[in-house]
């Protein structure tokens, strides 16, 4: 029986982007299904988006540059070229558009679309024309997931998701569920491997 490894993130968070593909690449290795719960952080931030630098967060420019080499760095260990998004991006209708997918085969690869075309090529995935043209290239009917995002099909999928997240604990992303049992934040291959590899001892799920 495969694991069941559920992971709350948001599209616009870099750690959730480097734990996706740090579980990805450990696939091979263990039996497990990965349940992807979208997870809004900011969903103040404006539709359109936001120039990053307007973006009162509380940390300056100089503390940010020293936060994302880390980040990068963190990237390049996962595999994954990373930059600051120079535009901070409402994810709503991303996540929303990855339940679409969920409903799909293509939900994996449309997912790491998102990832890419946020962090490494400055797309703002907040805009419907470029959630439908990141669609088609991971092999989705564009034209139905568009249909979809404007009758708000999925909205209520992400109220529960967040009712859920709420209910056990979560209070940032990425925050990963073997069962009940919480790993807070992107991890190293190593540290996932050895979680993974605890869980489907204890579970009876090694490959």
Request: hydrophobic residues 45%; contains cysteine.
């Amino acid at each position: 029986m495969a694991l069941k490894l559920e992971m709350f993130s948001d599209f616009i968070c870099p750690f959730c982007y480097i734990g996706f593909e740090v579980v990805r690449k450990l696939k091979p290795e263990f039996d497990f299904a990965l349940e992807w719960k979208g997870f809004q952080i900011h969903p103040e931030w404006p539709a359109e988006g936001m120039p990053a630098a307007q973006w009162r967060g509380g940390i300056d420019p100089a503390s940010r540059k020293v936060i994302w080499k880390r980040i990068v760095a963190m990237g390049e260990a996962a595999g994954v070229a990373m930059k600051p998004p120079e535009t901070l991006t409402n994810s709503r209708l991303a996540l929303e558009a990855a339940e679409f997918a969920q409903t799909t085969d293509r939900a994996e690869a449309f997912e790491e679309r998102i990832y890419r075309a946020y962090f490494s090529e400055g797309l703002n995935i907040g805009r419907a024309g470029v959630i439908a043209e990141l669609a088609a290239d991971a092999g989705l009917d564009a034209a139905a997931m568009s249909e979809a995002l404007e009758a708000r099909r999925y909205a209520d999928v992400l109220k529960h998701n967040a009712v859920a997240a709420h209910e056990r604990g979560v209070s940032g992303v990425p925050t990963f569920f073997v069962g009940e049992f919480p790993m807070v934040g992107a991890q190293s291959e190593d540290v996932m491997r050895q979680m993974l590899r605890r869980a489907s001892e204890r579970f009876g799920a090694a490959k």
